[in-house]
Nanobody, 120 residues
Framework: QVQLVESGGGLVQPGGSLRLSCEASGNIFAINTMGWYRQAPGKQRDLVAT???????EYADSVKGRFAISRDNTKNTVNLQADSLKPEDTGVYYCTIRNYWSDFVWGDFWGQGTQVTVSS
């Protein structure tokens, strides 16, 4: 099995910053994409940012210029630096990875989520 453990959520005032971290462990062979999604109350889970094993990034339009994703392939970790936070950034943030065991066998895994609340 693969386990993802997130940390770094919390309560922050508008304009503040948070750094989310996620570490993958277990039956990992070759991680391709690592990323973060978020789910606001009553809404679907949406992409925040992803990064491929080659370093290609994708960001939601709403966070471009404010959030930065990074990863350490030697430690199987992915981080999300969230700056200039807005109340609409509030939600549960989920870490996700896509792990390949062969060219045709892969799986997507999710963390348990970490709450981020942006409020004064």
């Amino acid at each position: 099995q693969v386990q993802l453990v997130e940390s770094g959520g919390g309560l922050v005032q508008p304009g503040g910053s948070l750094r989310l971290s996620c570490e993958a462990s277990g039956n990992i062979f070759a991680i391709n994409t690592m990323g973060w999604y978020r789910q606001a109350p009553g809404k679907q889970r949406d992409l925040v940012a992803t990064m491929s094993s080659g370093g290609k990034t994708e960001y939601a339009d709403s966070v471009k210029g404010r959030f930065a994703i990074s990863r350490d392939n030697t430690k199987n970790t992915v981080n999300l630096q969230a700056d200039s936070l807005k109340p609409e950034d509030t939600g549960v943030y989920y870490c996700t990875i896509r792990n390949y065991w062969s060219d045709f066998v892969w799986g997507d895994f999710w963390g348990q989520g970490t709450q981020v609340t942006v409020s004064s």
